[in-house]
Every structure is written in C-alpha cells, then in structure tokens.
C-alpha cells in the first residue's frame, strides 16, 4: 500500500479514537447560540469522516479489482 493510503488509514483510525468526547459530556456550553458544544464536535467529526472515507477512496482503494470489474463490462462475459 502506498504511503497516502497509510495515512488515509490511519486518519480514519486516528477519527474512531476520538470521537468518543467523553470530555464534552457535562459542557454546558452553546456554540452558535444553540448547539450544544458535544454536538457541534459530532458534526466536526462526522464532516472529517467524509473527508477521511474519500481520501481513503483516492489513496487506498484497490485499483486492480476496478480492472477486474471492468474487464467484466467488455461484452464477452457473463451477463
């Protein structure tokens, strides 16, 4: 695997780590005036997961399986 798969991984592996906000739990703060701060760090996450899933897509996703695929898409195959 190339190093910008390496690091695609370990970014989604570093993302499941620390979305667990235990230190957000009793903060009471809003952010925006009405988002709860432990919300507001969800949404963080869950838009740099997206991030992470498509860099993993670019860096890390198997090119030999789309040949193979595609070679299946040529006409000659099975249906």
Do not use: N
């Not at 190093?3 to 620390?18: C, E, S, Y």
């Not at 988002?35 to 507001?40: K, R, W």
């Not at 969800?42 to 997206?50: E, G, L, R």
């Not at 198997?62 to 000659?76: F, M, Y």
């Amino acid at each position: 695997m190339r190093t910008g798969g390496k690091l695609a991984w370990g970014f989604i592996l570093l993302l499941g780590i620390v979305h667990w906000d235990f230190w957000l739990w009793s903060d009471r703060t809003l952010v925006f005036g009405f988002m709860p701060v432990g919300l507001f760090y969800q949404v963080c996450i869950s838009i740099a997961a997206a991030i992470g899933w498509a860099l993993v897509i670019k860096f890390a996703w198997p090119k030999d399986v789309e040949r193979w695929a595609d070679e299946g898409r040529d006409g000659g195959g099975e249906a």
